[in-house]
């Protein structure tokens, strides 16, 4: 199956002015029916019993406790896991997952377990961020996944639906293999973000590695009935499809990635969906990978029922800095002059908003594309132009400059200046090098949680200002025979480096450092980890067993001796065709840019609340979200953290939002972007809120679930008025 062509639009841009905004699907509030809160995945709620005058008198109105037993003889599950689920209500009935991804129903009203279901234990633990409502008549289904299996459950009973698929399940590998001289059937394939259900199609996006292991990040559609492929778009294209010729030959049989993680929106009444993709693998170097890489980095426009595409547009060319975009497109319908305008709305993780024409995919605000550096690695071919939106402004800042050195104190200061005069990076698009640069857009600008817009046309966006280093190694110097290194170190670098680094220090929860996992896993547990994966981390079952031996053995410091170069797995330049694909530079260093205590080497704010009226592209305001208790109580001004979630409005006058380090969950006033409820939850709300209505009584949902670094929480907690 291949890419089915109109015509490709790209790179047109027209300024527009008095826009007005309204939402584009009517609801009524009482449920809360699918990701996002609506298909349009606007995160607002028309209901009013909850607002600014009586917020405050929010109390918790029941509990449901997820939470399960480690099992201690299972090394994916030995350890508490965290939830980072957006949960549906539908009809009254709450559905969501367990930390161990078992997928539950609620009455909405009381917390009460109606069901729940047990997924297969052979399929792998990855995060699992919501699921999918289908009726039909009198047949209703939740479809979610866990691992790479897509699960089809009966809503009323939580019985699975044995004929969809092969018995209640499709595999997700499903429709990658065509034309490619290696099998993805071992690779790691999951889907993070829920797929999105037009009429009886489901279309599915998908997370895999981000090293040269990667599978393609092909997007495809499934039968809800039936289970059967009905589609596949090419996200990496394939001969005689409009963009191979944005890569080298044959690229797409080796180069994995370029998918879609982080959902999907969908307009029903045009019957196309919308959504974002990521970078190609493998992050950091693109030196066989010339050209401006389509369809990554890309907000794309396809026919829901088919697979056409009907229209495309790059954010970044040939991206060397992992700008993946974070969550699903915004779809708002603007007004001007009278005349209304369907528009996609995107926020990116450099912290960038898009607003495009949703038929012609052309931006509704000014775009400049402007030269950028081309300095990059031997063997690089770094892009020379980049976009540069004009409005909005950018939602963080673009670039580390000395006047935002940290100021927290005199010795955090010295201590970040002495390391930043190193490395200081000046553009934003400065091609990673083995000297180090420092940039935003990894864990900064806007991340999974989404954002929210309101009828009124504004949009509510958490920010984090997070700057990250990040020094690149040749991969060929590891193995000269001046410098050869064991099997097992190769075998790192090749498939785990990306991540966790050369120096295996990693930064913080996303990306753990490995340099003690002695002292926390036992050769056992790392060896089955590395075959099934957990969470982020992909699986590994395509290297063979005594390679996955060779790399515990690297990491337990156990190897007896060098190996010769022979040994270690070729440069994909030295390898061409060869999968996996290794690329000739890989991260050395990849790290937050802190101070010695660990805290943001950058002034504060470091996370932010917004509001950005779609209008006119102006900020209404911005605020700090989060804090710091230990740094408030020594007289600094709030600082705001980084935050893993995304906001909820109201036409109460409300945005709800969780999601801080701080573990609270607050309201704000939509007008002034002032706290005006707030609540410690027992541990991080690191999902995004929703509301519905049960009875005449209105609710607010967050799943607790904790993680990122902090202690493991297990319950969705409902608060409602006293």
């Known amino acids: 199956?291949?890419?089915?062509?109109?015509?490709?639009?790209?790179?047109?841009?027209?300024?527009?002015?008095?826009?007005?905004?309204?939402?584009?699907?009517?609801?009524?509030?009482?449920?809360?029916?699918?990701?996002?809160?609506?298909?349009?995945?606007?995160?607002?709620?028309?209901?009013?019993?909850?607002?600014?005058?009586?917020?405050?008198?929010?109390?918790?109105?029941?509990?449901?406790?997820?939470?399960?037993?480690?099992?201690?003889?299972?090394?994916?599950?030995?350890?508490?896991?965290?939830?980072?689920?957006?949960?549906?209500?539908?009809?009254?009935?709450?559905?969501?997952?367990?930390?161990?991804?078992?997928?539950?129903?609620?009455?909405?009203?009381?917390?009460?377990?109606?069901?729940?279901?047990?997924?297969?234990?052979?399929?792998?633990?990855?995060?699992?961020?919501?699921?999918?409502?289908?009726?039909?008549?009198?047949?209703?289904?939740?479809?979610?996944?866990?691992?790479?299996?897509?699960?089809?459950?009966?809503?009323?009973?939580?019985?699975?639906?044995?004929?969809?698929?092969?018995?209640?399940?499709?595999?997700?590998?499903?429709?990658l293999q065509t034309n490619l001289d290696h099998d993805v059937s071992k690779l790691s394939v999951t889907a993070t973000s829920p797929g999105i259900i037009y009429r009886n199609t489901v279309v599915m996006g998908s997370s895999v590695s981000e090293s040269g292991d990667a599978a393609p990040g092909h997007v495809r559609a499934f039968d809800v009935v039936t289970g059967k492929l009905k589609w596949v778009f090419h996200t990496i294209p394939q001969p005689g499809e409009l963009g191979y010729d944005t890569w080298p030959k044959d690229a797409y049989k080796r180069i994995g990635a370029t998918n879609n993680w982080s959902g999907l929106s969908l307009?029903?009444?045009?019957?196309?969906?919308?959504?974002?993709?990521?970078?190609?693998?493998?992050?950091?170097?693109?030196?066989?990978?010339?050209?401006?890489?389509?369809?990554?980095?890309?907000?794309?426009?396809?026919?829901?029922?088919?697979?056409?595409?009907?229209?495309?547009?790059?954010t970044i060319h040939h991206d060397l800095w992992d700008r993946d975009h974070p969550s699903p497109p915004n779809l708002i319908t603007l007004k001007r002059n009278g005349k209304t305008v369907d528009a996609v709305v995107q926020a990116t993780k450099d912290g960038l908003v898009y607003v495009l024409d949703r038929d012609k995919g052309t931006s509704l605000f000014p775009v400049e594309e402007?030269?950028?550096?081309?300095?990059?690695?031997?063997?690089?071919?770094?892009?020379?132009?980049?976009?540069?939106?004009?409005?909005?402004?950018?939602?963080?800042?673009?670039?580390?400059?000395?006047?935002?050195?940290?100021?927290?104190?005199?010795?955090?200061?010295?201590?970040?200046?002495?390391?930043?005069?190193?490395?200081?990076?000046?553009?934003?698009?400065?091609?990673?090098?083995?000297?180090?640069?420092?940039?935003?857009?990894?864990?900064?600008?806007?991340?999974?949680?989404?954002?929210?817009?309101?009828?009124?046309?504004?949009?509510?966006?958490?920010?984090?200002?997070?700057?990250?280093?990040?020094?690149?190694?040749?991969?060929?110097?590891?193995?000269?025979?001046?410098n050869p290194v064991t099997a097992g170190n190769a075998l790192y670098t090749a498939n785990c480096a990306a991540c966790h680094g050369q120096d295996r220090r990693g930064s913080g929860p996303e990306l753990p450092g490995l340099v003690d996992i002695g002292k926390k896993r036992s050769a056992e547990e790392i060896k089955t980890l590395l075959k099934t994966g957990s969470g982020r981390m992909p699986s590994f079952q395509h290297l063979s067993e005594k390679d996955r031996d060779a790399i515990v053995a690297f990491l337990l410091n156990r190897e007896t001796g060098p190996a010769t170069v022979a040994s270690a797995p070729a440069p994909a330049a030295t390898n061409p065709g060869g999968f996996p694909y290794v690329p000739a530079y890989v991260s050395k260093v990849w790290q937050r840019f802190t101070d010695q205590d660990g805290y943001p080497g950058i002034k504060p704010p470091w996370g932010t609340l917004n509001a950005i009226d779609l209008n006119t592209g102006e900020y209404l305001w911005r605020v700090p979200l989060g804090e710091y208790p230990e740094l408030t109580k020594k007289g600094i001004p709030i600082t705001g953290t980084d935050s893993y979630g995304g906001p909820l409005s109201t036409a109460g006058g409300l945005v709800f939002i969780a999601g801080t380090r701080d573990e609270k969950i607050r309201a704000f006033d939509k007008k002034t972007g002032k706290v005006v409820w707030e609540y410690q939850l027992p541990a991080g709300g690191f999902a995004t809120p929703i509301t519905y209505e049960v009875d005449g009584k209105q609710y607010v949902v967050i799943a607790a679930g904790g993680g990122r670094g902090q202690k493991i929480g297990g319950n969705y907690i409902a608060f409602a008025l006293k």
């Open 267 to 314: 307009d029903e009444k045009r019957g196309v969906v919308y959504f974002g993709t990521g970078s190609p693998a493998s992050d950091f170097y693109g030196g066989d990978r010339k050209g401006a890489n389509l369809f990554a980095n890309c907000i794309l426009a396809l026919e829901a029922e088919t697979g056409r595409m009907k229209w495309y547009y790059q």
């Open 370 to 482: 402007r030269k950028v550096p081309t300095n990059g690695l031997p063997g690089e071919h770094p892009y020379p132009t980049q976009k540069y939106p004009l409005k909005p402004l950018p939602l963080n800042r673009q670039v580390y400059t000395e006047a935002d050195l940290t100021d927290l104190s005199p010795e955090a200061h010295a201590y970040v200046k002495e390391r930043f005069l190193k490395i200081k990076t000046d553009n934003k698009f400065a091609p990673p090098n083995t000297t180090g640069t420092l940039l935003f857009g990894y864990s900064g600008g806007a991340e999974w949680g989404g954002n929210a817009i309101d009828p009124q046309g504004i949009l509510y966006q958490n920010v984090n200002e997070d700057p990250w280093e990040l020094v690149m190694t040749e991969r060929a110097s590891l193995t000269t025979q001046k």
């Open 1 to 175: 199956m291949h890419n089915v062509l109109t015509v490709g639009l790209l790179l047109g841009s027209c300024l527009m002015s008095g826009m007005e905004l309204r939402n584009t699907a009517p609801d009524t509030g009482k449920d809360w029916p699918a990701y996002g809160g609506n298909k349009a995945g606007n995160r607002h709620s028309p209901l009013t019993r909850i607002n600014t005058e009586n917020v405050r008198n929010l109390q918790v109105a029941w509990q449901y406790d997820a939470s399960e037993k480690p099992d201690p003889n299972d090394p994916a599950r030995k350890r508490g896991r965290a939830i980072q689920c957006q949960p549906i209500v539908v009809n009254g009935i709450l559905y969501g997952t367990t930390p161990e991804l078992k997928l539950f129903a609620l009455k909405a009203g009381t917390g009460e377990q109606l069901w729940k279901f047990e997924p297969s234990k052979n399929d792998r633990l990855n995060s699992n961020r919501g699921v999918m409502y289908w009726e039909n008549g009198n047949e209703k289904r939740i479809l979610y996944t866990v691992g790479s299996s897509l699960y089809a459950v009966n809503a009323e009973n939580g019985q699975i639906v044995s004929s969809f698929g092969t018995d209640g399940r499709v595999d997700l590998h499903e429709g």
